[in-house]
C-alpha cells in the first residue's frame, strides 16, 4: 500500500474546471449549438491544464479550444481561447473576458 501512497504523491493533480466554469462553458456550447454552428465538444483534464474543445463534426480536429492554465495565471492570464491553427485568440485573467471573443460579429464557421 505505501507505494501507491508515494506514487499519487508524485503525479501531480490534473487541473480541472469547476462547477462556476463548466456551467458557462456549457451555456456557451449549447448557445452555438442551437445555432447550429458546433455539433460536439470534449473536456480534458491535464496535468498542466483543463481544456474545453469545441468540434464542428467529432471526427474532426477542434475548432476552438479554451484552455485554463494556473501556472499563467500570474502573468497574461490562466484563461486563452485557441483556435483550431493554433493561433491564440484571447488571452486573460476571467474567463467572461476571453469568452467575449465569442461575441464577435465576425467569428464564422467557415465550412
Not at 456557451?28 to 468540434?55: C, M, N, Q, T
Not at 474532426?60 to 486563452?80: C, D
Request: aromatic share 10%; no cysteine; charged share 30%.
Amino acid at each position: 500500500m505505501q507505494g501507491t501512497t508515494s506514487q499519487a504523491r508524485s503525479q501531480p493533480a490534473a487541473v480541472h474546471f469547476d462547477r462556476r466554469e463548466l456551467d458557462r462553458l456549457l451555456q456557451l456550447y449549447g448557445f452555438f449549438v442551437a445555432r447550429g454552428d458546433w455539433k460536439d465538444y470534449a473536456i480534458d483534464g491535464l496535468s498542466d491544464r483543463a481544456v474545453f474543445s469545441v468540434f464542428r463534426r467529432a471526427a474532426e480536429a477542434p475548432l476552438y479550444r479554451i484552455e485554463k492554465n494556473p501556472k499563467l495565471r500570474n502573468r497574461q492570464g490562466a484563461w486563452s481561447v485557441v483556435s483550431m491553427s493554433g493561433q491564440v485568440l484571447k488571452r486573460g485573467h476571467e474567463l467572461e473576458q476571453v469568452l467575449r471573443v465569442f461575441d464577435s460579429k465576425k467569428l464564422k464557421v467557415v465550412s
